[in-house]
């Protein structure tokens, strides 16, 4: 019993010091979808290749092991993928990833249909992006951004 004082002590050392190595000014990466080519294959799948561009805030280096991505269309996911063997992002810095997706093929047509039922100047997205790092601190960043896309 005499030892248990001194794990809790031992212990709220290692939580201070883990928090005060924190940085409190830090800013969640900015992902941007920055191009989209169809995937030069041989099947008949909706592959594409897209270009992320990741914008890292922050005087440290982001150190991914791999990121996922999904992008739904007015409600509908339509496509995700995924990427590994991610270069560091030193900070202040950015650098365009490519990562290799599919298409739903099924959500790809409801969203047509949609789209012909109900037209619309304007059609709303959502990126939703999950940041695996090396980083015991930080093991996955999530970041959606939102926004719309002028339908002419």
């Known amino acids: 019993m005499k030892s248990l004082p001194l794990l809790l002590l031992m212990i709220a050392t290692l939580l201070l010091g883990a928090c005060a190595s924190m940085d409190p000014n830090y800013e969640q990466p900015q992902v941007d979808v920055v191009g989209i080519s169809k995937s030069a294959t041989d099947t008949a799948a909706l592959q594409f290749t897209i270009q992320l561009c990741i914008v890292n805030p922050n005087a440290d280096t982001i ?19 995924t990427a590994n063997n991610i270069p560091a992002i030193e900070g202040y810095s950015d650098a365009v990833i490519s990562v290799s997706s599919a ?17 619309s100047s304007e059609l709303p997205y959502e990126l939703r992006t999950k940041l695996g790092t090396s980083s015991k601190w930080m093991p996955a960043t999530t970041i959606t951004k939102t926004g719309t896309l002028p339908m002419r």
């Open 63 to 81: 150190h991914l092991k791999g990121l996922y991505y999904q992008l739904s269309l007015d409600g509908i996911h339509v496509i995700n993928g």
């Open 103 to 119: 298409a739903s093929l099924v959500n790809s047509v409801r969203l047509a249909a949609r789209l012909m039922e109900t037209p």
